[in-house]
């Protein structure tokens, strides 16, 4: 009995040993999580949401967005769709849509009404349509007077953005006005292509959709397109539009990439992609991309994506999206305006210039581009872009041009 005991005495520090290393992991994996915000998240229940994004998906993407989101318990997992996928596609496994403007987010809320379907939508932040180019293309734009600096800065570096005249830029479009005939020689470039902006496919893509509702106000004279004549007006600006549709719905990427330059010179973006663009490249390289620049139309779209929720369990969401302090800062940080801020005040601007990125002005001019009736809007965008007609359009009447 005695030599039973002497054997457990002479084994209680080796005990005492592995349970301190085992403490010290377990505070350490404790330390570990309380630092990346997710202390009780391995206890607590994760609420998984199911969506499909147009082209903010990114924002989902974003490290510091899935850390913020995880903090109150929601992983979300997103999958990419142009915006006739997202009006048209199956919802049935779904908690939310992300559709990148008001046209597919107004098409799909009427779907949901007519399905008696759950649905409630957010506005969290906006970002305005703009034409993404290259410095060269821009002066040679600012040397036919079809591009203004939005400003000189004193210190001899470039502008990163101008404003465009729109209507001006159509015109060299529609005349197959060359870049070379515009003098595009001048800045180092030679380019035998038509002067024009090449947009995602119109059939897919609600930047290029949107672009459409640009183009068809400008060159209505500044009127909103309605009907009798939308499909007249659909025809006569379908060859600025229908040959400059790119596959897919990203046209960003080949822009931002080495080989953008001879893939399109001229691209329908939103203004966030470059800002976030620009962020990243000063963080890598501790300086601007001046090579590329933004064009910004007189005539402006500011493009509203609309968060909707599909069930109850992704209003949350949709609050914290619209509400959270430190998700509206890191959507700044990605590029995007919140809801109530603007250039010239609040955290956009802030966050621009302490990053050493110049803000740009989108006031560009007072008349604002007001978007056809979603009816009139769906139908030119099939006519100028062939597109076959969506399960809910109406068939045409007899002896109709589809």
């Keep these: 009995m005695i030599k039973r005991q002497r054997s457990i005495v002479r084994r209680r520090p080796r005990f005492v040993a592995t349970v301190a290393t085992l403490l010290a992991l377990l505070l350490g994996s404790t330390t570990s999580l309380a630092l990346s915000g997710n202390l009780l998240l391995p206890f607590d ?14 924002f989902f993407d974003d490290p510091e967005v899935q850390r913020l989101l995880l903090r109150h318990g929601i992983r979300v997992h997103v999958t990419a769709a142009g915006s006739q996928e997202l009006v048209h596609g199956d919802y049935s496994r779904l908690a939310f849509l992300f559709p990148s403007g008001r046209p597919a987010a107004n098409d799909i809320i009427a779907r949901l009404k007519r399905d008696n379907g759950y649905s409630k939508a957010y506005n969290p932040f906006v970002s305005p349509l703009v034409l993404a180019t290259y410095r060269d ?16 800065p004193d210190r001899g570096d470039e502008p990163l953005y101008y404003n465009l005249d729109l209507a001006a830029f159509l015109e060299r479009g529609e005349n197959h006005k ?11 470039t030679t380019n035998g292509n038509v002067v024009v902006a090449q947009t995602s496919h119109i059939c897919q893509s609600n930047s290029a959709e949107t672009f459409l509702a640009q183009v068809a106000f400008t060159r ?8 009798p004549g939308a499909d007249d007006l659909a025809a006569r600006i379908k060859p600025l539009l ?26 329908v973006v939103y203004e966030h992609q470059y800002l ?33 929720s599909l069930a109850p369990e992704a209003d949350r969401l949709g609050d914290l999206l619209t509400h959270d302090r430190r998700l509206r800062e890191r959507a700044v940080a990605l590029g995007f305006r919140t809801i109530g801020d603007d250039t010239d005040s609040g955290e956009f601007k802030k966050y621009l210039g302490d990053r050493g990125i110049p803000a740009p002005n989108t006031r560009t001019d007072d008349t604002k581009t007001v978007m056809p009736s979603q009816e009139v809007l769906n139908r030119m965008v099939r006519k100028v872009g062939d597109c076959p007609p969506g399960p809910d359009a109406p068939a045409p009447a007899p002896g109709a041009t589809p």
């Design 242 to 267: 229908s040959a400059q549709g790119m596959p897919g719905v990203d046209v960003f990427a080949p822009y931002s990439s080495p080989e953008g330059r001879g893939i399109a010179p001229v691209v």
């Design 220 to 227: 209505n004279g500044g009127q909103v397109p309605e009907d």
């Design 276 to 308: 976030a663009y620009q962020a990243h490249y000063r963080d890598t390289r501790n300086e601007l991309d001046t090579s590329r620049v933004l064009l910004y139309p007189t005539f402006q779209f500011i493009t509203q994506p609309q968060f909707i």
């Design 45 to 58: 229940r994760i609420l998984v949401l199911e969506g499909r994004t147009g082209s903010k998906g990114d």
């Design 137 to 152: 293309y821009a002066r040679t734009l600012e040397d036919k007077g079809i591009a203004t600096p939005q400003y000189r």
């Design 178 to 188: 060359t870049w070379n005939e515009l003098g595009i020689q001048r800045h180092g």
